[in-house]
């Protein structure tokens, strides 16, 4: 085979493998690449906007490498050869000078998207935030709806259009929370109230997932959120009020250790759960769960 022909033969082999992997990823609900919500889709356009801002070094970089190799291998016997050759402004210029401006760009990216985006930032929105108290256990997540008396183990049902105001925690190790369709993730810590704002804008079923390895049960770690019309989210509100209720008692099974845990809705029989969660890693001393949460209110 003539080697121009060898050359475009390995040129179209490389293109035709990146641009199947790229038709992968965008034809395969890539989760991150595919968001649901105000926030993720923020947060898909800066990462895309990063990327290929970075790409404008990287792609020349690649290209002059192979570039170079090819010019001035062994069997070329044409190429110029300068080995007293040290230095040239136009390429110092050249590769110190695009870097620095690429630099430049993502620092005032990085800078305004941070305040942007901030996890602690409420969304603006002339509809009240609902809030829901997450709370990551081993392997399985409990949320809380302090406002509706609810709380679901593995499940998420939240209306569209509606700012989410998450309150997050741990009553195990550390651990982080992650809707890859709605937003990104935020640690939770036992003793620790972290905050997270998300909105859904459209109906579907989103998985969310723990992104932090935290022991056996981490595989499992994952629940569903449904995004459904107010009319749903009340309907689904007004059904669950007759559920089993969640007491201090019944939380202390629940705690405990375990892994791949099917979804499962509860009545809230405690108010201030989520605050005892938190207050009982802050003073390290034998008292009752009553006086622990007599103590917080």
């Not at 990462?47 to 290929?52: A, F, N």
Request: aromatic share 14%; glycine share 6%.
């Amino acid at each position: 085979m003539d080697k121009h022909l060898r050359y475009a033969f390995y040129f179209l082999i490389v293109f035709g493998i990146a641009a199947i992997g790229l038709l992968y990823f965008y034809s395969n609900g890539v989760a991150v690449l595919n968001p649901k919500g105000m926030i993720g889709a923020k947060e898909r356009d800066l990462l895309l906007l990063c990327t290929w801002t970075m790409l404008l070094v990287v792609i020349p970089v690649f290209l002059m490498t192979f570039f170079i190799a090819w010019k001035y291998r062994e069997s070329n016997k044409n190429a110029e050869y300068k080995p007293d050759w040290a230095h040239n402004t136009l390429a110092e210029i050249i590769w110190w000078g695009f870097p620095l401006i690429i630099i430049v760009v993502l620092s005032v990216l990085t800078w305004n998207s941070c305040h942007e985006l901030d996890p602690f930032k409420p969304i603006e929105s002339n509809k009240k935030a609902l809030r829901i108290q997450a709370v990551a256990l081993q392997w399985k997540w409990l949320f809380i709806y302090p406002d509706q008396r609810i709380a679901t183990v593995n499940y998420m049902q939240i209306p569209i259009d509606r700012p989410i105001d998450f309150e997050i925690t741990a009553d195990a190790p550390m651990n982080s929370f992650w809707i890859p369709e709605l937003g990104g993730q935020v640690y939770a810590m036992a003793g620790m109230r972290s905050k997270l704002h998300l909105i859904a804008d459209q109906r579907g079923s989103f998985r969310g997932c723990s992104s932090n390895i935290s022991g056996k049960g981490f595989a499992g770690m994952s629940f569903m959120t449904h995004a459904g019309t107010e009319e749903e989210f009340e309907q689904w509100v007004s059904s669950s009020t007759g559920s089993m209720s969640l007491s201090y008692d019944e939380y202390d099974e629940l705690v405990k250790p375990s892994e791949y845990v099917p979804p499962a809705t509860y009545s809230l029989g405690e108010s201030g759960l989520f605050d005892w969660i938190i207050m009982k890693y802050m003073k390290p001393m034998p008292e009752t769960k009553r006086m622990a949460h007599d103590s917080v209110h």
